[in-house]
């Protein structure tokens, strides 16, 4: 199927999605877009339905089946099994993901989302991947967006944009509830309920409990002494969701969610912590058809609490987010979207202080479709931050609460041309800016280790971190495959690099102690490029391949974070799959290449780990008793006992046996 000819049972229902149209948006679902386009289909970049071709960002769809089939527990291991992206596993529990380089622990150049809402962690500006309010049998597609995407997905989407869409209560129907034991005394079980409740409620539910044994070789003497690194990851989670359709035009929701997970973290500075993370989120939201376009808002709230170590302080965060939008057509061939969010994001950094902001941003953006095989998307976001902060004036420390009265503003914007030569050819080129804004902890965090000889404190002064992208992109549908290819060319210019607070910057008798501080570490490039082909072949057999190519030079002042060699220049993946009768079997093969980092071993060293290039392998294998009944072994790192793959805990080889049902 083509741009030029839709059918006009697709075109009609393209129409009733788009903004301005006499049919609300929630009346139709993704599942009756996709059988009629023949490819998955999303809303998230422009508010209107656009096929993944389509969209002006280098954007990549996983899909419930192929979440399903990965064999995988958890969405980083998804992502490591289907894209070129780095993704670092440092134990059992505990991943980061990058975009196009540095890919440190804790990394803040990513924004994800779960139905549109940020789960990306304010205080210390990283995600929790492990506290995400979502079982993986409920999402019904991951949408992976690389490349500064602020202007049109939200705050701090520097580096790139994980979208997880969950099934929607009010179209979807599905329950199922997942068994799953395996080596490393892993445990696991989940149910997820979604559908609707007569013509016009409908209501997704979800719960999950989790318990393993910690990746056993790779923690240092201190870090098992002093700071229960090696604890066992044990996690709980549950989450509700409650849609109505009050009319044909307007539909509201309410969402809530709780995570408790308690593990050995790793931090980006090289170490790991015990730490024990509770979250809980509520959220409402209202989008109604008002005749001239669409309106959406939302307003949410989430709560965090965490514990570092047995005994010590908490640390609360609470961030309100209320927005709102309007989308809607001119004609038939502009599509417009104007926005207003405000943010308000407060942090204890230590007992008696408080550090915080109020944030406001306002954006736009204009989809144009100048022909039936070109169309234009330009984006523009402001950011006006003030930052706010009290209990800092300690004479022992560089900063008081004056220098917390500040205020930052920056824009963020995305270019996207997309044309479609001929049926089967597309070519995308992009070109945005966006900004990393520093995170509570790096603006205000504060602690002292006496005993070790050391402080931390945050950095009021710190500027945002700017990073602008240019990329180029060909895509080509072949029936001999039947399959498509992909080809991505990109350059990134980073200016302003954040250190984290890994920098020493004082030292006794200036102050009591050797005193760690965020800087702006200067300017970095990256340039690469990605590859990714999938097809089918022969009766039930699926492929895919990606690789990516990502170059950095940099020349940054020392820091306790390797920034420039902690991804991997090489990245590739590969997966074979096969299905017949009751049968599934499912391979992947992911090769990472050098890398390195710092690694803290004790209260006053610190080390570099090499990371040699590795092939890693994980499997699946099921079979459908009956037909809402599946029985499947999977593996992880089943090549070798025990592999390092990155400079934390050493990847151990596991086995799991999983039980699936439909109800």
Known sequence: MTNRALPIRAFLIALALAPGSARA???????????????????????????????????????????????????????????????????????????????????????VLVNGRQVYLD?????????????????????????PNAALFGFNAAGGVINIITLDPLHDRQSTGTLRVGTGRYREASVTHVGPIGDNLGIRLSAGLRGEQAWRSGHTEFELAQLDSRRSPTRQQVAGEFAARLSDRVRVGIEASYNRAIAGDFFDYGQFWRQDRRIWNLRGRVSADI????????????GYRETFAVGASPTDHDLTVAEISHTFKLGASHTLRHMLEVRRSVMSAFPGSEVGY???????????????????????????????????????????????????????????????????????????????????????????????????????RL?????????????????AIAG????????????????????????????????????????SRVYGVDLAAQGRFGTGFTWGFAYRLAATEAEFRPALIDFKRASPRHLATARLGWAGGRWELDGFLRYAGEAQGWRVVDESNAVLVQVHDQVSAALRIAYQVTPN??????????????????????APRRFYLSLRSSF
């Not at 205080?123 to 690389?146: C, F, M, N, T």
């Open 25 to 111: 948006t929630s009346d139709i679902g993704h599942a009756e877009l996709e059988a009629l386009f023949g490819e998955p289909v999303t809303t998230s970049a422009t508010g209107g339905p656009q096929r993944a071709s389509q969209v002006p960002a280098s954007m990549e769809i996983i899909t419930a089946e192929q979440i399903r089939r990965s064999g995988a527990h958890d969405i980083p291991a998804v992502l490591a099994r289907y894209t070129s992206l780095d993704v670092q596993q440092y134990n059992a529990h505990d991943y980061t993901v990058g975009v196009r380089g540095y890919a440190t622990a804790m990394s803040p150049r990513l924004l």
């Open 358 to 460: 109020t944030n406001v941003a306002v954006g736009a953006m204009w989809n144009w479709a100048i022909s039936d095989t070109v169309e234009s998307t330009v984006a523009l976001r402001g950011d006006y931050l003030r930052l706010n902060g009290r209990g800092f004036d300690d004479p022992n420390f560089p900063d008081g609460d004056s220098a917390y009265r500040r205020r930052f503003h920056d824009a963020s914007w995305n270019l996207g041309l997309v044309w479609h030569p001929t049926p089967v050819e597309t070519w995308r080129i992009g070109a945005s800016r966006g900004v990393s804004l520093p995170s509570l902890y790096d603006l205000g965090y504060r602690d002292s280790f006496p005993a070790f000889g050391y402080q931390d404190t945050g950095n009021p």
């Open 484 to 523: 498509r290819i992909a080809v991505t060319g990109f350059y990134q210019i980073n200016r302003g690099f954040s250190s984290g607070l890994s920098v020493p910057v004082l030292e006794p008798p200036q102050v009591p102690y050797t005193t760690f501080m965020p800087l702006n570490l200067g300017t």
């Open 463 to 479: 500027q945002p971190t700017v990073v602008h992208d240019f990329q180029i992109e060909y895509r080509r549908n072949i029936e």
């Open 291 to 302: 005749g001239f376009g669409l309106l959406a808002a939302s307003v949410y709230h989430t």
């Open 629 to 650: 009944l599946t029985v499947a072994l999977e593996g992880e790192n089943v090549l070798q006992e025990r592999q390092r793959q990155t400079i934390a805990a050493q």
């Open 123 to 147: 205080h210390y500006g990283y995600v929790a991947w492990d506290s995400l309010p979502v079982q993986l049998a409920e999402i019904r597609q991951i949408e992976v967006i690389k490349g």
